[in-house]
Structure formats: structure tokens, C-alpha cells
């Protein structure tokens, strides 16, 4: 290990920086935010820093001091209580000489961009404070670090910071509580990986802290259950969102439909137990009501329940039913979004919904037939610039067709049907109104797919990029049908 990495408890303590540009200013920003106390020697300073110190005399802090000088060792000796150096002068030579005199001194030294000549490097920072994340390649590889920070960024939720801090403010309870370390542990490992832990990532402090303070409380083994509806997503797993996944991974329960790909149900924790309630058209294996009130009674239980559902629960996928039946059992529950396949499967085919000369608006249709019938409001659904799109179709696609050309769309208005959209089995049929139903038909596309009409299809032909070359069906299909 070439450095060990320590946090530093800067609080009141002095730090003098050499230097007043831009570079010293993002070293001095740093410092103020760990509170230390600033002393900046340098013969000119940028407006920021300027702002600062006098920002810093309005508030009556003397946190900040700027001495215009030019760099000589008697300064470092005026301020023996110093615990940190920085150089960030421009001038390499005086960066050398001012760490010099900091290690003749005793003190911590940084060179900006200099490790070398430094006795501490500033590592790269994920701050959730009170939990930090620093990465460090020694000076190595700062690309790679910058790449793993994005990573981490995106990997810690933002309310990590808040769940920190509630856990902090309970820390000498859950201590006086458990006297034995591992029921210490257990307990955090609980609350860290569960609904008290959700609530604060949801900015649900009052919620959070009521469980927490019950969790403590209470003396037998009761834990409160919790449902989340989460959408899974068209199909391809790279499109779930982070918090999808993080829930999927925590879930003692999860129960999923027929439209969740098994790529996405691959993700949920390994010994999760998995409970199938999907439909399949005119075949109800496990009814509505039947759903809602497993999500009760399995959260009942004390299980964290995951609801996965395809594409977003909120679009056509009954989500509000099922999380209406919680509300009335007062079971806690949360809803993640998921991307629809309306807007998979277009951004999949390159067909953008809408388009400044094609459609400013989109319209998302239940597309099936009720005893062989669609009641739609057709002259609606035929307005200029508009894009409609199809969910469930496939069955009645040559009524919704028909209906569109009666009502008054050109028949040559184009039309695409999209099957298994944004998975590795992902089609995209484009012909008109006249054409389509033949293609698919001919073609033998199976569910779940997905319809959209309007002249924002004809974009597919530049716009295409996902699985493009490899699909020959495809290819032969557009080429012979070109709109
Ligand atoms: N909640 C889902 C929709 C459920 S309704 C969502 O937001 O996407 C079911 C219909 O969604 C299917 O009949 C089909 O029209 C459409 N659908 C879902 N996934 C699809 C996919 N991968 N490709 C094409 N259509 C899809």
C-alpha cells in the first residue's frame, strides 16, 4: 500500500494555502467545507477567493485569511499551529520549496498535481456526509478515478446522506440498547437494508425515524412489511432503473408478471422467493383481487414484497389498484417508475414519438378487443400531427386500422408494429395502414407488441440502430414495403 487512507478532522484546525488562482481556490472550497481554519498567502488573488474572504468578515467568522505577499519561509513559522500545507501556486519551483519547509516543520504538505512532492494527496470524493466514499490511484490513473466516482455517484442514493445521519443521532440508543456487538449489528443490518431504510431515501425523515424508534422499541420480533411496485421495464435489464434494482435485490418476495423478461427477473436477490401471477390473454390464472390481497397478506408477514411488473406499473399495468388495497390495510408501499414500452420499443426502432415536423403530440392507447368490439373515441385518435400509439393490439389490429382509415387517416399513413421490443428478439414490421395487418399476419408476430401509427415511422428507415443488421426478416420486410 503505497498511502493509507485517513479521514481528517480539519474542524478549527489551521490549514495555509500558497497561492490565490483558480487552483487554490478549489483546494481552499474543500477545506472550508471540512471547517478549517484558512490562512492563503499569495501576491494576487482571483475575485473568488476575494468574495470569500470578505463573505467570510460580513458573517463574522475569521475562518479566512488572505495575507498579499510573496511566499517566504518565515510565514509557515508565524503560524506553528498549522496541521496542513497546500502549494498551489503556479510556479512548480515555489511549490517544491514551500512543501520543503512544511515536512522541515512537521506539518502535512500537498503539491497540487505534485505527488511527489507531497506527504498526503487529496483522494477523489463521493460525499454523502456523514458517508464518504474517497477513491485514490496514487496519482496513477486519475481517469480511472474520475470513471469510478461517476460509478459511485450513480451507485449510493441521494438520501444516503440522510439515512446516515438518522442512524447517527440513534447510534447511543441502539448502544444502550445492545449490549452484545452482534445484536448490534443484526439490528443495523435491518434497518440498513429495508423499508426504514427506503423511507429515507424516499425523504421520508418523519417516517423513517417513527420506524426506527418502533424497531427499537418494541420487544418482540415484529418487522413491519413493505410492498414496492416496481416496473421492470420492455425487456432489455440495462433499461431498470438503479432504485428498481436495488429493491429487486433486497426483496424476500417478488411477485411478477408475464411481461417481465427473464433477463430482469435473473436480477432479483438469488434466494428470493419468486411467485408468478401473470396473465395470458384469455387465460386468468391468478385474478386481480387475488394479487392485491397476496401483496397484503405477504407484507403482513413482515416480508419486503417487490410487485414487478413490465414496463411502468402506472401505464396500463393495473398499479393503482393493487396499491389501493395496501393503502386500506395501511401497508407502507412505494411505486418505481419503469420505461413503458411505448417509449422502449420507439427509442429501439428509432421512431421518436414525436418530432418538431412530424407529431407534437402522443397519444397511448389500449388497443383490445371486449367481446370483439373497441370502444374508442376514433375521431379523437385521428387529430393531424399526433402519434398513436397501441398497447395490446395485436388481436385487433386490423380493427384499429380499419377504424383509423374510416375516420378519416390516409391509408398510407405509417404504421409499424413492434414485437418483443428492446430484447435481443426484438422485430419491427413497418408498412401503412392497408399494409400492416398482411406483414404481421404473414410474419405470425406474437405478443407482447406494440403499435404505432403515424408518419413519425417513417423515420425508422434512418433512424434504426438496434439489432438493424442482424434482423434479415426485417430487412426484406421494410425494403419490399418502403413508405
Ligand atoms: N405497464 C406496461 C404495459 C402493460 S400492458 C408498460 O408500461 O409497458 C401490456 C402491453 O404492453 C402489451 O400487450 C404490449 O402492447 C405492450 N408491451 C409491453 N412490453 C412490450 C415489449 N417488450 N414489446 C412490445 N410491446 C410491449
Not at 483558480?22 to 488573488?45: C, G, H
Not at 482571483?46 to 475569521?62: F, I
Not at 420506524?211 to 410492498?227: H, I, N, R
Request: aromatic letters at 6%.
Amino acid at each position: 500500500m503505497d498511502y493509507l487512507p485517513l479521514f481528517h478532522n480539519l474542524k478549527g484546525r489551521r490549514i495555509v494555502v500558497v497561492g490565490g488562482g483558480e487552483i487554490a481556490l478549489r483546494k481552499v472550497r474543500l477545506v472550508q467545507e471540512a471547517s478549517a481554519l484558512i490562512t492563503i498567502i499569495a501576491k494576487d488573488y482571483c475575485p473568488d477567493l476575494l468574495e470569500m474572504e470578505a463573505k467570510d468578515k460580513a458573517d463574522g467568522c475569521s475562518g479566512l485569511e488572505l495575507i498579499t505577499a510573496s511566499y517566504e519561509h518565515h510565514h509557515l513559522l508565524q503560524y506553528p499551529d498549522t496541521v496542513m500545507v497546500i502549494a498551489a501556486t503556479n510556479d512548480r519551483g515555489l511549490n517544491r520549496l514551500v512543501s520543503e519547509c512544511a515536512q522541515a516543520a512537521n506539518m502535512l504538505s500537498n503539491v497540487v498535481d505534485d505527488p511527489e512532492f507531497s506527504t498526503v494527496i487529496f483522494p477523489s470524493i463521493v460525499d454523502r456526509s456523514p458517508i464518504q466514499v474517497a477513491i485514490s490511484s496514487g496519482g496513477d490513473a486519475p481517469v480511472l478515478v474520475r470513471l469510478l466516482r461517476t460509478r459511485f455517484e450513480s451507485l449510493l442514493p441521494a438520501g444516503m446522506a440522510k439515512l446516515g445521519s438518522l442512524a447517527g443521532s440513534f447510534r447511543e440508543r441502539v448502544k444502550n440498547k445492545f449490549a452484545n456487538g452482534a445484536d448490534r449489528k443484526a439490528f443495523w443490518e435491518e434497518v440498513f437494508y429495508g423499508p426504514i431504510a427506503e423511507q429515507a431515501y424516499a425523504n421520508n425523515l418523519e417516517e423513517a425515524e417513527r420506524l426506527l424508534a418502533d424497531k427499537l422499541e418494541s420487544t418482540d420480533e415484529f418487522k413491519t412489511g413493505e410492498v414496492y411496485l416496481v416496473g421492470g421495464g420492455p425487456g432489455d435489464p440495462d433499461l431498470l432503473t438503479f432504485k428498481a434494482l436495488r429493491l429487486m435485490q433486497q426483496a424476500d418476495i417478488v411477485l411478477y408478471d408475464r411481461l417481465v423478461s427473464k433477463e430482469v427477473l435473473n436480477l432479483v436477490r438469488r434466494d428470493a422467493t419468486r411467485i408468478y401471477v401473470g396473465k395470458t390473454a384469455g387465460d386468468h390464472p391468478v385474478t386481480q383481487d387475488n394479487i392485491n390481497q397476496k401483496l397484503v397478506d405477504y407484507a403482513l408477514e413482515g416480508n419486503r414484497v417487490v410487485r414487478l411488473k413490465g414496463g411502468d406499473p402506472f401505464i396500463f399495468g393495473r398499479g393503482g389498484e393493487e396499491i389501493e388495497t395496501l393503502a386500506e390495510h395501511g401497508i407502507p408501499f412505494q411505486v418505481v417508475p419503469g420505461i413503458t414500452a411505448a417509449s422502449g420499443c420507439a427509442s429501439y426502432a428509432g421512431i421518436p414519438l414525436t418530432h418538431r415536423e412530424h407529431a407534437q403530440s402522443v397519444r397511448f392507447i389500449a388497443g383490445h378487443l371486449r367481446s370483439g368490439k373497441m370502444n374508442l373515441n376514433w375521431p379523437e385518435l385521428v387529430q393531424p400531427n399526433q402519434t398513436l400509439v397501441f398497447y395490446m393490439g395485436l388481436n385487433g389490429m386490423e380493427t384499429i386500422c380499419q377504424q383509423l382509415k374510416e375516420h378519416g387517416l390516409d391509408s398510407t399513413t405509417p404504421t409499424a408494429l413492434i414485437e418483443k421490443g428492446t430484447s435481443d428478439r426484438q422485430q419491427v414490421f413497418v408498412g401503412d395502414l392497408d399494409t400492416l395487418p398482411g406483414i404481421v399476419r404473414s410474419a405470425g408476430a406474437k405478443a407482447p407488441t406494440l403499435i404505432i401509427v403515424g408518419t413519425v415511422v417513417s423515420l425508422h428507415y434512418k433512424l434504426a440502430w438496434f439489432n438493424n443488421s442482424d434482423n434479415k426478416l426485417e430487412g426484406v420486410i421494410n425494403k419490399s414495403n418502403e413508405v
